[in-house]
């Protein structure tokens, strides 16, 4: 989340939504199916939705220091007086540039870092030439990302907390759940378009298996090691996806031993 005010004004111009799309697809050997390219449109007008326009130095500097306290004490404890303090000023003073408070800084923080996500996710299949390419680098981006910016890892915290407490917005908290689903019907189409069957299914638990890596793997500052992290992400995707499990045998074996 901590970018200079100079790169911020970088990233605001041009609009997502004006992208050209013809990097995506030139040099391909496969063109990727009709309903890839459909989420991929939806993906861009999603993130050109919010307006960023608004953020200058002082704003961001806020937007920094509540992800930082929320990764370091958790969402519950923050506070605009626990923010204003690490800023040396009076929490009305934040109430000068985010009204809403806590929760216009949380919307803010959310959408920024979703865009941000989205953002790596495009830039990472622009160059593939096959749906096997753009499985693997998917899942690479997704790997990297959650192992490299905590701020993902807060997304995902705050997500799953508001699943219990109901403390987000309703229209934000739609908008993130549209998000989420998003990413999974993308994951689930690329299985798709290799063959497989069940895909929703089993990109939800890709998904999940990726949102955990720092669970399973050891992330280190060596390339090497990285790239030894991902090429195991990869690995157990691929094998979540050629799995052949009989969901209804399944849903028997749990009636039975019930």
């Known amino acids: 989340m901590h970018l200079p005010e ?23 050997t496969v063109a990727l199916s009709e309903k890839i390219t459909t989420i991929l449109d939806e993906l861009r007008i999603s993130m050109a939705a919010f307006d960023f326009s608004d953020v200058g130095s002082k704003r961001l500097a806020i937007l920094n220091v509540f992800m930082r ?36 800084i949380t919307e803010y923080c959310l ?5 941000d996500y989205g953002e790596s996710l495009l830039k990472a299949i622009e160059n593939v030439r096959s749906h096997d390419e753009m499985w693997d680098a998917l899942v690479r ?19 799953a907390s508001d699943k219990v407490g109901r403390f987000l917005p309703a229209n934000l908290r739609a908008d993130m759940d549209e998000r989420v689903d ?20 089993k990109a939800r638990a ?8 720092e669970i399973w793997c050891d992330w280190t500052s060596d390339i090497e090691l990285q790239d030894a992290v991902l090429d195991k992400a990869v690995a157990f ?3 979540i996806l050629s799995s052949d499990l009989d969901t209804r045998r399944i849903s028997r074996i749990e009636k039975v031993s019930a």
């Open 69 to 104: 306290l929320a990764a370091a004490r958790g969402y519950a404890a923050i506070t605009m007086r626990s923010i204003g303090a690490e800023l040396r000023i009076k929490a009305p003073s934040i109430y000068s540039h985010f009204p809403g408070g806590r929760e216009e």
């Open 182 to 201: 998003l990413f999974i019907r993308l994951y689930a189409a690329v299985g798709e378009a290799l063959g497989y069957e069940n895909t929703r299914e």
């Open 6 to 28: 100079t790169k911020v004004k970088q990233r605001l111009s041009p609009p997502l939504a004006e992208c050209n799309r013809s990097s995506l697809w030139k040099g391909r």
């Open 141 to 159: 981006n997704h790997c990297r990302q959650q192992l490299d910016n905590p701020n993902n890892r807060l997304w995902d915290m705050i997500f």
């Open 206 to 213: 890709v998904m999940s298996l990726i949102d955990c890596a």
């Open 111 to 115: 959408r920024w870092q979703s865009r």
């Open 237 to 239: 995707s691929r094998g």
